[in-house]
């Protein structure tokens, strides 16, 4: 299923089917990269960022955040501590997600830390 704006400079947006959803997270970067580390990929922009529902966060009322990642920044090499420093809260919940979707106000640009380069010899 195709969500979008009708505006151009929105991102198109996308929910994944199941069998995309499993293969996103358990095949192709950068879900198969954050689906061990609890975050599972549901939807995507039309740049191939992941959003994703945080499983490692909780509400009194049991849901979960979602978040976006940037393609370009999450391979399966990666640094978790990087990671974790690219994880943008977009939503409060699915419900959340939804609701900013529909109203225009979803962030659909992630984060990109910087990398702290190590020191040569």
């Known amino acids: 299923m195709q969500l979008g704006s009708d ?4 991102a198109e947006r ?6 995309a ?3 996103e997270n358990f095949d192709d970067p950068p879900g198969a990269t954050l689906f061990p580390l609890g975050y599972v990929t549901f939807a995507s922009n039309g740049s191939g960022d992941a959003y994703c ?3 490692n966060v909780s509400t009194a009322e049991g849901k979960h955040p979602v978040t976006l990642f940037a393609l370009e920044t999450i391979h399966l090499d990666m640094d ?3 990671i974790e420093k690219s994880r943008l809260e977009v939503a409060s919940s699915l419900e959340d997600f939804f609701t900013k979707f529909t109203t225009g106000a979803l962030i659909d640009t992630p984060l990109y830390p910087p990398k702290h380069n190590k020191p040569e010899k």
């Open 7 to 10: 505006e151009p400079g929105q």
């Open 14 to 19: 996308r929910l994944h089917c199941i069998a």
């Open 21 to 23: 959803a499993i293969e």
């Open 53 to 55: 529902i945080d499983t």
């Open 80 to 82: 978790v501590s990087y």
